[in-house]
């Protein structure tokens, strides 16, 4: 489960590698709403797709809606948004990537999952248990520029998320000694009191005999060890600089050559064209013995 997410990471690591540049340096003048004086309406751009995670796509639009939002909420200033614009792109592919990975794993959102969730989290839609009716809805959500539709499967894409997180929660093992640990860790405290002393004060009025210092240092005296240490003078000969500051004259030469000159000899030698061993006139019963000879010859 966890090579799952690594390797999912690593995709969305990818993709943003290859769009952000597009998107944070060549895009963000007309995603960001009001930049260039265009609006939400600019059909010409909205359905630009900006990025495919598995069968969804990421458009345009959906990052200008995403940004007018965050803006209206004052998450920023409007100055502020194309900092922000890579940060929104990067978000949204990895919670489509997250999606889909849940649909791919067999998750389902059903209606009533979205109709709970709804009546949770905006229970001035639902005055007295009773459902204020989809016109009303429709208008609610038209001041936050969403359509029913698009604010749904946005709930729903959030409930898969979660239950895929649930489900990657669920493969966490926590073992009563870490709980434990984790219980000290938050609860156990300690009062302490303390003093401190200058010793630099105090240096002046101790006075140390001689004998005291010894019998301290003969009582402690693995304290005091100092390892063996080496002292190394190294001296590198670079026989090439070295040559070349030496002139040799002739007769030097002919000394050295004359002093030792069993080391300059070159013993005689032969280079060997053929090997001949006559089989003429010798009986067919030498010749193969002739051949072996020959072979160890030529070993």
């Not at 209206?72 to 919670?95: C, G, H, N, T, W």
């Not at 949770?120 to 016109?135: H, S, T």
């Not at 019998?215 to 005296?221: E, I």
């Amino acid at each position: 489960m966890f090579d799952l997410f690594r390797s999912r990471a690593k995709f969305v690591k990818i993709m943003m590698g290859a769009l952000l540049g597009a998107v944070a340096l060549s895009m963000v003048a007309y995603l960001i709403p009001g930049f260039t004086g265009g609006g939400m309406g600019d059909s010409r751009r909205g359905d630009t797709v900006i990025a495919d995670v598995g069968e969804s796509q990421i458009t345009v639009q959906d990052v200008r809606q995403k940004i007018q939002l965050a803006m209206e909420s004052k998450q920023f200033p409007r100055q502020m948004a194309a900092l922000y614009v890579p940060e929104m792109v990067d978000s949204m592919i990895r919670e489509k990537a997250l999606e889909y990975e849940a649909q791919r794993l067999g998750f389902d959102v059903s209606a009533q999952d979205v109709a709970n969730y709804i009546a949770m989290r905006i229970p001035q839609l639902f005055p007295n248990g009773k459902f204020v009716g989809a016109e009303t809805y429709a208008r609610f959500l038209a001041q936050q520029h969403m359509t029913i539709a698009e604010f749904e499967d946005g709930i729903r894409s959030q409930l898969l998320i979660d239950k895929l997180g649930d489900l990657n929660k669920q493969s966490v093992v926590v073992t009563p000694q870490e709980v434990a640990d984790q219980y000290r860790n938050r609860n156990e405290k300690i009062k302490l009191e303390y003093f401190m002393l200058d010793a630099s004060k105090y240096g002046s009025e101790v006075h140390t005999a001689p004998e005291d210092i010894q019998n301290y240092f003969l009582a402690n005296r693995a304290q005091f060890t100092v390892p063996e240490t080496r002292d190394l003078l190294v001296l590198a000969a670079d026989q090439a600089e070295i040559a070349k500051r030496i002139t040799l004259s002739d007769a030097d030469l002919r000394r050295v050559y004359d002093a030792n000159k069993d080391q300059f000899r070159v013993p005689e030698r032969a280079r060997v064209r053929h090997i001949l061993l006559k089989t003429t006139g010798k009986p067919p019963a030498e010749v193969p013995k002739m051949e072996a000879r020959a072979g160890e010859l030529l070993n």
